[in-house]
């Protein structure tokens, strides 16, 4: 299983990007799906997390501002970020817990590589 996040780059303050991520390989079923951040000296944080019946879970400082969406069809999570501040600045990591195969046991957490998000004028 591989999730492959894409979307990041440098934006301007106030700018609204949307990254993605891609969960593919022996799939039987996706629990949580998420996005987590880890700023330079930081350690890593939660932004935000959706489970399968689409209760969310963010982050008071992203809230208002972050929206988490997922497409089951396509094993795939976004985070359209909107108003975003210097201090969103970070590398961001998709995770997902998966269950592989038949379906037999519980899930897995996978992490995908990080995608950075640059917030500067």
């Known amino acids: 299983v591989q999730l492959q996040a894409s979307g990041g780059g440098l934006v301007q303050p106030g700018g609204s990007p949307r990254l993605s991520c891609a969960a593919s390989?022996?799939?039987?079923?996706?629990?949580?799906m998420g996005w987590y951040r880890q700023a330079p000296g930081k350690q890593r944080e939660l932004v935000v997390t959706s489970t399968s019946d689409g209760t969310t879970t963010y982050r008071g400082s992203v809230k208002g501002r972050f929206t988490i969406s997922r497409d089951n069809a396509k094993n795939t999570v976004y985070l359209q970020m909107n108003n975003l501040k210097p201090e969103d600045t970070a590398v961001y990591y998709c995770?997902?817990?998966?269950?592989?195969?038949?379906?037999?046991?519980?899930?897995?957490?996978?992490w995908g590589k990080g995608t950075l998000v640059t917030v500067s004028s």
């Open positions: 390989g022996s799939i039987f079923s996706i629990n949580v």
């Open positions: 995770n997902a817990n998966i269950v592989v195969g038949t379906g037999v046991g519980y899930g897995m957490d996978y």
